[in-house]
């Protein structure tokens, strides 16, 4: 069974500053991918990042870089340069590859990172 | 722009009156999925469709059904909605069925049952 782990329930981070959300996750698939979703108080789900486990550098999309630790399991998002508008809730997710299992046909969610961006 | 839609974004409705809610993805995505949010329960998989004709269930599919009778498109369909089906509804799409590549999701669907 597929597990993600997310230990922060909230985070509050100044203006400008730098974040860093963490998630661990456990799997026995021998790949696997990795996800971050944001999701604004107005509900949708907004995809920021894709880490695939043989990937060899970590992913990044302009202000958004995964930290990927295979080794510890690690997943972390790092935001740069934090803005008011990236308040919101930060889900990770990972998808297995096993159709057999089942690990394949669905994201295994976190319970959630609440990230409150400070004036 | 590619993107996954679902119509209609909030919908309310009463009991047993059948309703349809639409996703249609226009990147050619191979895997499509439909998932539930609710509140202390998270996200949780209704339904999923590997390719055009085939669909399975998730883990909470009991009161819906879908059909993906073409690529681009995959409805959900509450045949008889109840009360307990009041959730957040996401559609989501990606390029292959075996789990590896970005899955993106639509904006949700807002659905009351009264």
């Known amino acids: 069974a597929q597990k993600i782990t997310q230990t922060q329930p909230g985070m509050f981070v100044q203006e400008k500053e730098a974040v860093t959300l963490d998630c661990t996750y456990d799997?026995?698939?021998?790949?696997?991918?990795l996800f971050w979703y944001k999701q604004p108080s107005s509900g949708e789900m907004i995809f920021l990042i894709y880490?695939?486990?043989?990937?060899?550098q970590n992913a990044t999309e302009g202000r958004y870089s995964l930290n990927f630790q295979k080794a510890r399991k690690s997943a972390n998002l790092v935001i740069s340069a934090s803005q008011l508008g990236d308040s919101a809730m930060y889900f990770c997710?990972?998808?297995?590859?096993?159709?057999?299992?089942?690990?394949?046909?669905?994201?295994?969610f976190g319970s959630g990172t609440q990230l409150t961006v400070l004036p | 722009e590619a993107q996954v839609t679902q119509n209609p974004r909030y919908l309310i409705t009463v009991t047993g009156k059948k309703l349809t809610v639409t996703c249609s993805q226009n990147?050619?995505?191979?895997?499509m999925s439909w998932y539930r949010q609710d509140p202390g329960l998270g996200l949780r998989q209704i339904y999923y469709?590997?390719?055009?004709?085939?669909?399975d269930k998730g883990d909470v599919p009991e009161g819906y059904k879908v059909s993906r009778k073409e690529k681009r498109n995959f409805p959900l369909i509450l045949e008889s909605p109840s009360p307990n089906q009041t959730s957040l509804y996401f559609c989501a799409s990606s390029l292959g069925s075996g789990g590896i590549g970005e899955l993106f999701f639509g904006e949700g669907s807002r659905l009351t049952v009264l």
């Open positions: 990147m050619n995505h191979e895997y």
């Open positions: 469709s590997m390719n055009v004709e085939v669909t």
């Open positions: 799997t026995s698939d021998p790949s696997y991918g």
């Open positions: 997710a990972m998808r297995g590859s096993s159709i057999s299992s089942g690990s394949a046909r669905q994201l295994t």
């Open positions: 880490q695939g486990s043989y990937d060899q």
